[in-house]
């Protein structure tokens, strides 16, 4: 499957989330999406990238704006995650990838000179009509969830 690219719309995916829900990118038609792709949960940088976004939900619902947020953890790590850090969105689990391939967020990483592959904290910002308006890849945590709301607000 070929990798999601600006400006063209983002094809239907189907996934487990938080809540026992199903994601499906077809029944958010109509609304604006952000998907973020992190690493792992309870880990400092996603904790505060997903506080940072929880912190501005109201200001994305404003603008009918849902978020989600993207790892290879499993539904109870993410159902442990969500209620530690209230957060008002949905964490969908992707153990097979196949968002992450969608998405081509699976990339070389080092830590402590090991090398392994890794999720990039990425993030795709959907329109209303499915089009992939704009991303973010090798996200740095502090102030990016302002960032992906301006871009929201500049829709």
């Not at 993207?70 to 995650?81: Q, T």
């Not at 990838?97 to 967020?105: K, P, R, W």
């Not at 090991?114 to 102030?143: C, H, N, P, Q």
Request: net charge negative; glycine share 8%.
């Amino acid at each position: 499957m070929p990798s999601v690219e600006l400006n063209k719309p983002v094809p239907d995916f189907e996934a487990p989330a938080t809540g026992n829900q199903t994601i499906r990118l077809d029944d958010l038609k109509g609304r604006n999406v952000v998907i973020y792709f992190y690493p792992k949960d309870n880990t400092p940088g996603c904790t505060t990238e997903g506080q940072d976004f929880r912190d501005r939900m109201q200001q994305f619902e404003e603008l009918d704006t849902e978020i989600l947020g993207v790892s290879r953890d499993g539904l109870k790590a993410h159902e442990n995650f969500r209620a530690k850090h209230e957060f008002p969105f949905h964490l969908i689990s992707d153990k097979d990838e196949a968002l992450c391939q969608l998405f081509d967020v699976i990339k070389l990483k080092k830590l402590y000179g090991k090398e392994y592959m890794g999720v990039d904290r990425s993030t795709f910002l959907i329109d209303r009509e499915g089009i992939l308006r704009a991303e973010w890849r090798g996200v740095k945590v502090k102030g990016h969830a302002e960032a992906v709301l301006e871009a929201v607000r500049a829709l």
